[in-house]
């Protein structure tokens, strides 16, 4: 039995959100009957004739999963359904997707309207329908157009306080939506019996991944050496991505910073919405780092702002990666798609919330401690990356050694942007088949594997384990999941409040007095 998904139509949506949770998959046609041997899962995310409808039910029948879109299956076969327009969805407590709280879609949802499917979850609308042997479930949400959305939009994050700090940020959820697709296709394996093999999101056997961003807008070089010398004293190897103005601080600081990543932020503290002043931009500070030598693969865009001519341009420059929160935050990387074209720059989200925002909703110092310690915790029990910044102009130097220090007693493996963007595209790049029989998974690969492992999830428990050609499921080590704390109130982060207006008054006001 081949563990592998058939994926239906070729959307970039889809295959995101397939190599980033790692699992196996291909594009089929549906041309001739489909044996449930040959695929765990087929998704289908477009609308069938009325032979290739025939094979997947046939499929279904003989025991198979498949995973439909609602409205594809609604335009198949003529079913009544009901639209609905979604801003955001709070999961209960009781959900199997209560650990991803409030989910922002700004999507239309679509229930078909057939009274004899069950429902999975209720919250979220998520149907299933008994065929002979087998399963289908259908996903009432478009998942090509939520995860190639580029919409941004300030959102306040849950804290337990009065005040909530805010940024602005991707418009939809895109790293939660990720998650309720591996839970759905995880609940369709579990339904025949497979194990859900995923390659695993970070070098070999990590349970997680520390990396620290710098963003040094407005930052002077004693700020720059100050909050070096921490990093350094806490062994952090961060991504400096640098401010291009001051040539004294490129020559004294970041220049002298040997066991750090430098990458390029600017030199006009801007981005711009035409290709041509998004050119001259870079183009002047790489001219500027490569004054005093210091040449860069990354990209982070000030305030956080990406669109699509900034994307043709550091094409056009040859970046390996960028990071911007507008495009996506606390997600995994993945290419984006411009213009219905693959982009060559490889985007890695990060947590969006940094001591500035913390700042202006005034937080005190042990509030600032506190809200990272949590997010930190959270992170690590969700197995989820730790990706942070801060901009060393804000000072906290005792606030980030507290941090650091932090990180280190939890013994998290740490890399820098350019190492992690390395890492992900062998990530990639990594070719293996894996058949299932009798317990055991068999691997088919020629790579090396020392730096990849495998996260097996089977009867609701899991095990990272390292690849080999024979995994035997009765000798892994399998283990519960950890209990994430469930949020309650959540609603209150998406009421609108006269502070909303204020903060993008400032910000307006900010980009445009750069």
């Known amino acids: 039995m081949k563990i ?28 001739k009957p489909i044996s449930i041997e040959s695929y765990s899962v087929l998704i289908i995310n477009d609308v069938l004739d009325n032979e290739q409808y025939s094979r997947v039910k046939e499929f279904a029948q003989n025991g198979g999963a498949v995973l439909f879109s609602s409205s594809a299956y609604a335009k198949t076969t003529n079913n009544k359904f009901r639209s609905k327009n979604i801003k955001y969805l709070v999961m209960p407590s009781d959900s199997i997707f209560a650990e991803l709280g409030l989910i922002d879609f700004h999507t239309k949802f679509i229930q078909l309207s057939d009274k004899s499917f069950e ?29 190639l959305d580029t919409n941004s939009i300030r959102k306040k994050i849950w804290v337990e306080r009065k005040e909530l700090p805010s940024e602005i940020v991707a418009k939809v959820s895109k790293g939660k939506i990720r998650k309720i697709l591996s839970k759905i296709l995880e609940f369709l394996y579990l339904q025949r019996d497979l194990p859900f093999v995923q390659l695993w999101q970070f070098p070999k056997t990590w349970k997680n991944l520390f990396m620290f961003r710098v963003d040094t807008d407005h930052c002077s070089t004693r700020q720059a050496l100050e909050f070096h010398k921490i990093c350094k004293k806490n062994n952090i190897c961060g991504t400096w991505f640098v401010d291009t103005v001051s040539k004294e601080t490129l020559k004294n600081a970041y220049k002298k910073m040997d066991d750090q990543e430098i990458a390029l932020h600017c030199r006009r503290h801007l981005v711009f919405h035409d290709y041509k002043t998004n050119l001259e931009n870079i183009k002047n500070g790489l001219e500027d780092l490569k004054e005093v030598g210091i040449e860069v693969t990354g990209f982070a865009a000030p305030f956080g702002d990406w669109n699509e001519n900034l994307a043709k341009v550091l094409e056009k420059f040859d970046f390996d990666y960028s990071s911007e929160f507008t495009l996506d935050y606390d997600d995994l990387p993945f290419y984006p798609y411009i213009q219905g074209k693959k982009s060559s720059v490889l985007q890695i989200p990060i947590h969006p919330v940094s001591t500035g925002r913390l700042r202006r909703s005034h937080f005190t110092d042990e509030e600032k401690w506190q809200y990272f310690k949590k997010f930190i915790d959270r992170q690590i029990a969700l197995n989820d990356p730790i990706f942070i910044y801060h901009h060393p102009s804000h000072d906290q130097l005792n606030l980030f050694n507290k941090i650091f220090e932090y990180i280190n007693s939890k013994n998290i493996n740490k890399m820098n942007y350019k190492e992690f963007s390395d890492w992900w595209k062998k990530r990639l790049s990594f070719q293996y088949e894996l058949n299932f029989a009798n317990d055991e998974i068999n691997c088919n690969f020629e790579n090396e594997t020392s730096e990849f492992s495998f996260k097996i999830s089977y009867n609701n428990k899991s095990v990272i384990t390292a690849i080999k050609k ?10 519960e999941p950890e209990k994430v704390e469930w949020i309650s109130n959540l609603e209150r982060t998406r009421k609108k409040h006269w502070r909303d207006i204020l903060y993008n008054y400032e910000s307006k006001k900010g980009k445009r007095n750069v």
């Open 119 to 147: 429902i999975i979850d209720r919250t979220l609308n998520v149907q299933s329908q008994k065929v002979g042997k087998g399963h289908i479930l259908f996903i009432p949400f478009d998942v090509n157009a939520v995860i």
């Open 4 to 31: 592998l998904i058939g994926l239906y139509r070729s959307q970039p949506g889809w295959q995101i959100v397939l190599q980033q949770e790692g699992l196996q998959y291909e594009i089929i046609k549906l041309e």
């Open 470 to 479: 024979s995994i035997k499921l009765d000798e892994l080590n399998w283990k």
